[in-house]
């Protein structure tokens, strides 16, 4: 079953092409808008791709709960997990999406190569990413009591979709298993496969720790309610104006162009006006509202001009 689909990013889209209009952007700002933007659509338009078939295979499961674009923030650390998906026998599989728009080659050491016509860039392995998102969920699970029955350990699945028209060169699978390396269109008979080659003691384990449907169903909505978005309008200290600028130059970067509409206008302005005061000195991350520990509000009102006399988790305070 279906539980949760995509946030909606619409916003940071029209954000940063109403910001690529302003005639004040130096040449580091508009490369990292163009860059920005790209990368947003490719990942919006990969995301909805491999949803459209994980939910074609999984949507009216009986025996599964899958959800869409999760970010959960727990002791400083962030996890954001494209899709997911929580069987009866709670094993989790964890999809990460990428849409490089180029072929991929994988060497017998597991690096991870896209090349783009006679380009070829190296790229972090989303196998080890979705590893370390395994790791920031299982100090969610262990805080929120969601285990399994018998033994102390989680069973993660990592799974990376491509796009269907990808070319992906895989080395032997001697030298490093490339299997969990799939186009998304391919996802029912990669599963079906997986199945199949359960031996007995995974049928064993799949047993004893086999729960209700609703109950996986309720574990799944207590991890939804831990979703934490991130804010679709925050930019880097560098796209701000620069110290100097006039009003009316600084109004235009804030809002570059004639927006078509109040929306979008205030979308822009909301970017980079300063934090309310009415944030300062509580217990509360100033970027994504969650509670945090005295000691990482001491050491941001410690660094008040860094900061600008607010407080933010440790994970935020890397933005500044």
Known sequence: MLLKKADDKSKRVTLLMELQKSPLLDERQRSWLRDELEALRKG?????????HLDSYFKDSATHVLMHDLR???????????????????DIYLFETKNYGGNLSINSQGEFTASYGNRKFGVPSPLEQSRR????????????????????????????????????????????????????????SWHGKFVDGFGVAKLMRVVVNLRHVETIREWAEMLIRQHRPADLLRLPPFMTPRQGTSATAASAVAAPA????????????????????????????????????FAEGRFCWNNAQRFGGLQYCRADQGLF
């Open 258 to 293: 004639m927006a078509p509409n109040h929306e979008t206008a205030t979308t822009a302005d909301r970017a980079i006006e300063p934090a309310q005061s009415s944030q300062a000195r509580k217990l509360v991350c100033a970027h994504c509202g969650a509670k945090i520990s």
């Open 44 to 52: 919006i338009d990969g995301e909805r791709d491999a949803a459209f």
């Open 72 to 90: 959960f923030e727990i002791e400083g650390d962030v996890a954001q997990i494209d899709h997911m998906l929580i069987n009866r026998a709670f």
């Open 133 to 188: 998102h395994a790791r920031v969920l299982d100090k969610l699970l262990d805080r929120l009591n969601i285990a399994p029955r018998t033994g102390s350990e989680r069973t993660y699945h990592h799974v990376v979709l491509m796009h269907p028209r990808a070319i992906i060169q895989r080395p032997p699978t001697a030298a490093f298993d490339t299997s969990a390396v799939i186009k998304a269109d391919m996802i029912s």
